[in-house]
């Protein structure tokens, strides 16, 4: 199987050589609206889009998802661990939170320890609990559980407005966004697929590193924000840049940088390690800055680009991990390090923030090479797949695990594979 890997890896190295997706700037532009994210990946490679086993139009998607059985050696190949874990997570959800019973508690005031009266047994009933002990610390306990698993604030085992609206969209409902996120996790690679691989995810804002189908590392990203989201895509990391330039955007450089020169002066360049070139060419020229019309820059009539030197107050920080694609989407490195101890990491212009880029350089490459070469361009030992992808349900210690769905996808994906009927399709 890894043989196959190495095969078609010498094969994608080919597939999307640097120069085939012409420099634009170091920022993405947007993916266009016929791809439909929250569900679907954009496979930049051929060898990957052949990997993906996309859907057949007439596939019954529930019954590839749920209805998988990992005991069938018929099974030509598991699929990824994180969908077998997932999987196995919906059948304990459905074995506890599911068969709870279905009362709808009306809204009201908050329920927490002193409460009384009806609707606080109405939240006993609905958490298979006998009713008229009263909010009681076996209570308090069972309300926090629930809140853990559905990631609902902090826990805290009162009742407020947004535990007692979960408790009312029913378990149907978590059973569909498990199997949302099961057909999410379909479309990483299946196990034995590849030797190594990295998975992006932008619901938790964390990347992984797998080995062999296991997660050898992981730790913090910065993702895109709401407005400017991280896609959903499978892309092949090929080489990294040691001291790599940052190209600034053209939008940026009309709309920031030149009213920045108009309003502080060419010296603004200089004091943030910027220089001025020509155009977006390879072999582009260095311009004297007090030479340009900034006004007609700033006016969208001038096609100069600027860059900013390598050093530690570059945008890239030491390294960006290239991995080819025509929405310059990348990894890397960043000298605002604080940024990742914020609970909010969704804040990036969709590129890939790594927290510690040393370590992630080790594992792809066997370290990072010092340089004061700008822009020294290493080829990776071998190249390694990247599969960004957006998860809501995870597997956790104690079955699934809910979070937040900070770019908003799960009603669309979620209308797109149920449709408006609340009655669940068959699957089985």
């Not at 993906?52 to 190949?77: A, I, K």
């Not at 809140?147 to 009162?158: E, F, K, L, P, Y």
């Not at 149907?172 to 099961?182: D, P, Q």
Request: charged share 20%; proline share 7%; hydrophobic share 40%.
């Amino acid at each position: 199987m890894f043989s196959r890997f190495l095969i078609a890896a010498s094969a994608l190295a080919l597939a999307a050589p640097l120069s085939a997706f012409p420099l634009q700037g170091d920022e993405p532009t947007l993916v266009p609206t016929n791809v439909e994210q929250g569900v679907d990946f954009v496979y930049v490679d051929p060898q990957l889009r052949a990997l993906g086993r996309q859907p057949r139009q007439n596939d019954n998607w529930m019954l590839r998802t749920v209805g998988y059985d990992w005991g069938d050696s018929r099974q030509q190949s598991a699929p990824n661990p994180i969908f077998l874990q997932l999987r196995q997570g919906l059948d304990q959800y459905r074995e506890f939170w599911g068969r709870l019973p279905r009362i709808h508690i009306p809204e009201g005031s908050v329920l927490k320890p002193g409460s009384q009266g009806e609707r606080l047994d109405m939240l006993r009933i609905r958490l298979g609990m006998e009713p008229g002990a009263g909010y009681d610390e076996e209570l308090t306990e069972r309300v926090a559980d629930y809140q853990r698993v559905h990631g609902i604030g902090s826990a805290d085992g009162v009742a407020g407005t947004s535990t007692l609206a979960s408790l009312n969209r029913g378990p149907e409902y978590y059973e569909r966004l498990i199997m949302l996120n099961l057909e999410r996790a379909r479309r990483l690679p299946s196990a034995g697929e590849f030797q190594r691989y990295v998975v992006v995810d932008s619901g938790s804002a964390e990347v992984f590193l797998f080995e062999q189908d296991r997660v050898a590392d992981r730790m913090k990203a910065i993702v895109g924000s709401p407005r400017n989201k991280t896609p959903m895509m499978a892309v092949v990391m090929q080489s990294a840049k040691v001291n790599p330039y940052w190209n600034v955007p053209p939008d940026m450089i009309r709309s920031f940088t030149a009213a920045k020169v108009l309003s502080q002066g060419v010296s603004y360049l200089d004091n943030y390690n910027y220089t001025v070139l020509s155009d977006w060419s390879r072999d582009a020229e260095i311009l004297d800055p007090a030479t340009i019309d900034w006004k007609a820059v700033a006016a969208g009539g001038s096609k100069i680009r600027v860059r900013q030197r390598p050093g530690p107050w570059n945008s890239m920080g030491e390294v960006k991990f290239e991995t080819p694609n025509q929405y310059g989407i990348y990894l890397h490195d960043t000298p605002g390090k604080q940024a990742f101890a914020k609970a909010d990491r969704w804040v990036s212009n969709g590129c890939v923030r790594l927290e510690d880029a040393s370590r992630f350089a080790s594992w792809v490459m066997g370290g990072l090479p010092q340089s004061s070469t700008p822009e020294q361009v290493i080829d990776l030992p071998r190249p390694v797949p990247v599969y960004m992808t957006y998860l809501t349900a995870v597997p956790g210690p104690n079955g699934v695990q809910f979070r937040a769905d900070p770019y908003g996808f799960d009603q669309s994906a979620m209308q797109r594979l149920f449709g408006g009927s609340r009655e669940m399709a068959s699957a089985f």
